[in-house]
Each structure stands twice: as structure tokens, then as C-alpha cells.
């Protein structure tokens, strides 16, 4: 599902209002993770910090009212993961302990999926990148035995 600029401009708002929140902590880095919570209801998504704490939120009106969470949740995460990823220098200033992630959870707070992880030294592979590794790998294998 493609998102209008405005649900683009709002979603990169909050990012860089959380990341703007946690640049400010001084003192020692924070042991974090953010959980960013979609409600499909109204549309609302907010971005909390492991305490609860809600860092921002703004409206994205293509996530409203979609009752096929399953099916949307593939598109959130994507959307979220390519935003999150154009916000990138905003998001290093923040005083987190590194590694930590984005992950996207319900409005529980029960994690659903993981969106982003922030890494000096590592980077997250998605699981499309991933998706059929394990036949690759046997056929190399089968090849190599023939041999």
C-alpha cells in the first residue's frame, strides 16, 4: 500500500520528534527498544520507549480502518523500515545505547515483527533477503558433492 506524502511527512515527523526526545536525555545512554504501535481503528501510530513512555504519534489515514491487520502489517513494516531508513542521521544523534531496534507491536504492546535494528557494526536482513536461502544452499551443496 503506497502511503500519500502527507502520512509520509507525518510518520517522518514523529521519528524525528522521538529521536529529537532522546537526543535531548543527557547523562549516561538509555537502555531502549521503540515500539511503534499502529492502530488500525483510527489510524493513530504511536512510538513508545520500553517504560510505556509515548515518545510521538501522528495519523497515517491509509492505516485506518483496515481490518486485514495480517495483510496490512507486511506493508507497515515496509514503509516503516524505508522511512526509518531516510531518517538515519537523525536517528544516530539519539543518546541509545547501542544496538537497539525498532520493532512494531500491537496495541497491546505485544511485538509483532521487527521493523529496524540501529547498529554501528550491524545491519538487519530482512526476511526477503532471506526467502530461500535454505534451497540455494542445498542445491550448492548437492552440486558440490556431485562433483
Known amino acids: ?32 527498544d521503540l515500539y511503534v504501535r499502529v492502530n488500525t481503528g483510527d489510524g493513530t501510530v504511536e512510538i513508545h520507549d520500553d517504560d510505556g513512555n509515548c515518545m510521538a504519534s501522528c495519523q ?17 513494516v515496509g514503509s516503516l523500515r524505508h522511512i526509518i531508513g531516510e531518517n538515519r ?9 547501542r544496538p537497539f531496534s525498532f520493532v512494531l507491536a500491537d496495541t497491546d504492546g505485544e511485538v509483532v515483527d521487527d521493523i529496524y535494528l540501529v547498529d554501528d557494526e550491524n545491519m538487519m536482513i530482512s ?21
Open 127 to 147: 526476511g526477503e533477503l532471506m526467502a530461500g536461502l535454505d534451497e540455494d544452499l542445498a542445491e550448492f551443496l548437492k552440486k558440490l558433492m556431485d562433483e
Open 60 to 76: 497515517v489515514k491509509e492505516w485506518k480502518g483496515q481490518e486485514a491487520w495480517a495483510m496490512l502489517q507486511d506493508s507497515i
Open 1 to 32: 500500500m503506497k502511503l500519500s506524502l502527507n502520512s509520509v511527512k507525518a510518520l517522518e515527523g514523529a521519528i524525528r520528534q522521538t529521536a529529537e526526545k532522546l537526543s535531548q536525555h543527557s547523562g549516561e545512554a538509555l537502555l531502549t
Open 89 to 97: 542521521q537523525c536517528i544516530d544523534a539519539m543518546n541509545v545505547l
